[in-house]
């Protein structure tokens, strides 16, 4: 299923939770690493490296795309199978996911964007708190003449969301601030905004959900979205976050493998006698494939939890904080709350977490 992609670029995640999970314990969202932990330089000579083989092989990368199809296909029909199995056992979590959902998915995005902000979390090489960032820690504002202004603004926009105020203007905050990181650092930011923007429309739908101000004030309903708007705004998002990983998988993994497996190399990852050009070719397609699965509205909680698993296990190999990918943990743990339909909004409101907002 990739393979094609991968072809045209050479030119110029049980039944499905058994599967998801193993074939996810070297599946990462790998798509900043490159940037936050490797030199400008070294990315640079990486780059320039010829394509391993296995990457330039019509042969082997038609095998993997027979797999990936494969795989992909006994996915599908074993979540048909189980589905009715998944909704029993998922149903605690969706009856929760309208007040802690949103509760994890503010404090990911406003510790991420605080600390952005302070530059708390910089690429390699540079100081801590002496750089601050956009969102991301290979975006120095610094760079950027005259817009010194956009760190206190991050600060503002995740006081707001770690405090549950407004949360729904917030969230579209956050949209814009995704949208303006491209229009200021070009096509590179791309690799960036499907990531923010779709949390911040998840929060613009769902409101501050427990332990927010909005509960406290009745300032949640404003902006609250009709029922076929909430699942139409869903769907979007869904298909933000799934893009965004399918196009860093293509722009990154498979035109410039070298980047990836040296980032593999540099985290000394286990390999089990296998090449890191294997492995960085299991990984380029099962993050294609996680991605294709969540634009359709496919799997969503067994990948959710794939990918959470992914990011923390990369964490772990690489030593590196898990602060980096906050975002991605809310949004992929509210996911695994919701499954793919914007949850009904509670008729009474939670006597613990509070009613939604």
Request: charge should be neutral; hydrophobic fraction near 60%; proline fraction near 6%.
């Amino acid at each position: 299923m990739f393979v094609f992609i991968s072809q045209k670029a050479s030119q110029h995640w049980r039944s499905p939770w058994l599967l998801a999970g193993l074939v996810g314990l070297f599946a990462t969202s790998l798509h900043a690493h490159e940037a936050w932990l490797l030199t400008p330089e070294e990315i640079e000579a990486l780059a320039a490296e010829p394509m391993p083989e296995l990457f330039a092989s019509r042969l082997w990368l038609g095998l993997a795309a027979v797999i990936g199809c494969a795989v992909t296909a006994i996915a599908l029909v074993g979540e048909d199978i189980l589905r009715p199995l998944e909704a029993r056992l998922a149903a605690p979590l969706v009856a929760i996911s309208m007040t802690v959902g949103p509760l994890l998915l503010r404090i990911g995005t406003a510790v991420m964007l605080g600390l952005a902000a302070l530059g708390g979390l910089p690429r390699h090489g540079v100081a801590h708190w002496a750089e601050p960032t956009f969102l991301v820690p290979d975006m120095q504002l610094s760079l950027l003449a005259g817009w010194g202004w956009l760190a206190p603004l991050q600060m503002v926009v995740a006081f707001f969301l770690l405090l549950g105020f407004m949360t729904r203007f917030a969230g579209l905050a956050l949209v814009l601030l995704s949208a303006v990181g491209i229009a200021l650092f070009g096509p590179t930011f791309l690799s960036y905004t499907p990531h923010f923007a779709a949390p911040g429309v998840m929060l613009a739908l769902m409101g501050g959900g427990a332990a927010s101000v909005d509960r406290l004030m009745g300032t949640g309903s404003i902006l609250r979205p009709t029922p076929g708007v909430a699942q139409m705004g869903w769907r979007v998002a869904q298909i933000l976050v799934g893009a965004g990983f399918v196009y860093l998988a293509v722009a990154y993994k498979l035109t410039q493998p070298t980047l990836l497996m040296a980032i593999l190399e540099h985290g000394r990852m286990p390999t089990m006698g296998l090449s890191y050009a294997l492995i960085a070719l299991v990984m380029t397609g099962v993050e294609i494939i996680c991605g294709l699965l969540l634009m359709m509205g496919r799997l969503m909680r067994p990948v959710a939890v794939v990918i959470v698993g992914a990011i923390t296990f990369l964490a772990v190999v690489l030593n590196e904080t898990p602060l980096f990918h906050a975002n991605l943990y809310g949004a992929m743990l509210l996911l695994a709350m919701t499954g793919r339909m914007f949850p009904q909004r509670p008729a009474r409101a939670q006597v613990i977490w509070g009613a939604t907002a």
